[in-house]
């Protein structure tokens, strides 16, 4: 009848605004994050920038997702890394829908971002790129980690966000990197096979992040919008919403932001990356040093 079929166009009409939505999204003005098109890799990708400057490609950041993890989840990282930079950092879900993320799949999904650049983010489209960072967070960042070397495009730099599992068995790392963990393990992520395992194989220069959380109150999953998803329903200790999430994603976009600058500059000072007072947490830095 007519109210039936009013209902199902208004629902119809919801859902389209909802994609809509998701699909495009500007903040501040300025930054924009938008979904990256690439159907023929069966991956998904979501890239932010910052539109008002001249060069938002002039480095690029691929960073993989962490387990049960989706591209979206990131949001609130990807806006405040890339405000006022002239770097793009592109979320990759390599192999959507599945738990685990696979450094084969990292590999070939990214090359396949690279060669279409322009394809992917049209905003790149004769703008030159100058550096390739690749890392992650979880999962996504032990792929990218072991994907290094196998990839067919230059890596300039490593990024990652207590990224897991890291061993001997995975090997060392000779591109500069910076890393941002934890003290305490959380969400069955062990400290010792995460971001320190990664600051401590890195052979090049390196940054170090430990953030110190002994009540939990900031965890494994805080560098996205969520929590853990699917992962806090099997841990409870690992929660659905983190506390202090907007203080470790800060954490997180400013040292990215430092990183890049240093790759460019070529000087690696301690001082350079040090954030003074961030709300809520604290933190030890290291640089350039043995880890204790």
């Known amino acids: 009848n007519f109210f039936e079929r009013m209902a199902a166009n208004l629902a119809n009409l919801s859902y389209i605004l909802l994609l809509v939505a998701t699909?495009?999204?500007?903040?501040?003005?300025?930054?924009?994050?938008?979904?990256?098109?690439?159907?023929?890799?069966?991956?998904q990708q979501r890239y932010a920038y910052d539109d008002s400057v001249s060069n938002p490609c002039e480095s690029v950041i691929l960073l993989g997702v962490g387990t049960a993890a989706v591209v979206s989840d990131y949001d609130g990282l990807l806006t405040d890394a890339v405000e006022q930079q002239s770097f793009m950092v592109i979320m990759v879900d390599p192999n959507p829908g599945v738990f685990v993320k696979f450094?084969?799949?990292f590999t070939t999904v990214t090359d396949g971002?690279?060669?279409?650049?322009?394809?992917?983010?049209?905003?790149?489209?004769?703008k030159t790129t100058q550096r390739?960072?690749?890392?992650?967070?979880s999962a996504g960042g032990a792929a990218a980690w072991e994907s290094q070397g196998n990839v067919n495009y230059d890596v300039d730099g490593f990024v990652g966000l207590d990224p897991y599992k890291l061993d001997d068995s995975t090997?060392?790392?000779?591109?500069?990197?910076?890393?941002v963990g934890f003290t305490r393990t959380t969400c069955l992520v062990a400290v010792e096979n995460a971001a320190q395992e990664g600051y401590i194989e890195t052979t090049d220069n390196r940054v170090y992040y430990q953030i110190?959380?002994?009540?939990?109150?900031?965890?494994?999953?805080?560098?996205?919008?969520?929590?853990?998803?699917?992962v806090s329903s099997i841990v409870p200790?690992?929660?659905?919403?983190?506390?202090?999430?907007a203080s470790v994603q800060t954490t997180a976009a400013e040292g990215i932001q430092r990183f890049v600058a240093a790759l460019s500059s070529g000087t690696w000072n301690k001082s350079d990356?040090?954030?003074?007072s961030v709300p809520d947490i604290s933190m030890t830095l290291f640089v350039n040093e043995p880890f204790p």
């Not at 390739?132 to 967070?137: A, D, E, K, N, P």
């Not at 959380?213 to 699917?230: A, K, M, Q, W, Y």
């Open 23 to 43: 699909a495009v999204i500007g903040i501040s003005g300025e930054v924009q994050i938008t979904d990256g098109d690439l159907p023929e890799y069966w991956s």
């Open 103 to 105: 450094s084969s799949r």
């Open 113 to 126: 971002i690279i060669e279409n650049l322009a394809v992917v983010a049209p905003v790149c489209t004769d």
């Open 132 to 137: 390739i960072l690749i890392g992650g967070h």
């Open 171 to 179: 090997g060392k790392s000779n591109v500069p990197g910076i890393f």
């Open 212 to 230: 110190k959380n002994p009540i939990r109150t900031s965890t494994h999953c805080s560098f996205t919008d969520v929590g853990c998803r699917l």
């Open 237 to 245: 200790s690992c929660r659905a919403r983190e506390p202090y999430s």
């Open 273 to 276: 990356f040090d954030l003074g």
